[in-house]
């Protein structure tokens, strides 16, 4: 699977759009983007995923640059408890392939 | 909506003890995941069962083994235990046609 490269940190402001990075240079054509969070100490939970158009579901956006070498997780309106650990994992889709997690960029909202 | 339920949520252990933990997917899902995420470190991936069948297999100690019974859920047993065992451990469910895994709670296991 391919490697990917997050920020560490970020800090964003409560209400305002968080905006999350994610490099994913080598990725190949039968790879998949998804996002994973973690709250502290909770079991990571998952976002949501892409191959190659943008997505959107009720808790995030998507966004995948047309070569698919990176892309960015949008929360609209941060709040609070989006404060978490966010993972940005590529993987090919068969069945049963485990989740290689970390490392993340730790989000910290601020009121 | 069902979740993923482990049990117990918390485990104390003495070195050397013996540990079983214990994984109820969700209903239908018929894959189950073991990860082990120890203080400060990302969740480290230690086996996978399909169809009560091992799928995959990661950093899992010789010391440990696991199994998927016939209602799914699935056992990890922890022999031998040593102060680095000490983390807490995730069980994650998916069935075929989806794309993400759920989690559950976990169970925090320190040992002593």
């Known amino acids: 699977d391919a490697k990917t490269t997050q920020p560490t940190s970020m800090d964003c402001a409560e209400g305002r759009a968080a905006n999350l990075p994610c490099n994913h240079s080598?990725?190949?054509?039968?790879?998949?983007v998804y996002w994973y969070r973690q709250i502290h100490s909770q079991g990571p939970q998952y976002i949501i995923h892409?191959?190659?158009n943008n997505e959107t579901n009720e808790m995030a956006s998507l966004i995948i640059t047309e070569d698919r070498k990176s892309s960015t997780l949008i929360l609209p309106h941060a709040t609070l408890r989006d404060t978490a650990v966010y993972y940005c994992i590529v993987r090919v889709l068969p069945y049963g392939q485990n989740f290689v997690f970390g490392p993340g960029t730790r989000l910290s909202v601020l009121p | 909506a069902a979740g993923v339920i482990q049990s117990p949520r918390h485990l104390i252990k003495e070195k050397r003890e013996t540990a079983t933990l214990k994984c109820y997917p969700i209903?239908?899902?018929?894959?189950v995941y073991w990860y082990q995420q120890g203080p400060g470190q990302d969740p480290q991936f230690l086996i996978s069962f399909y169809e009560k069948m091992q799928s995959d297999k990661g950093s899992i100690p010789d010391r440990f083994s696991a199994q998927q019974f016939s209602d799914y859920h699935s056992e990890l047993n922890m022999s031998s235990l040593e102060l680095g065992d000490s983390a807490l451990y995730f069980c994650a469910s998916s069935r075929k046609e989806n794309y993400g895994y759920t989690f559950g709670s976990g169970t925090r296991l320190t040992v002593v």
């Open positions: 209903p239908r899902h018929d894959t």
């Open positions: 080598t990725i190949s054509g039968n790879e998949y």
């Open positions: 892409g191959l190659k």
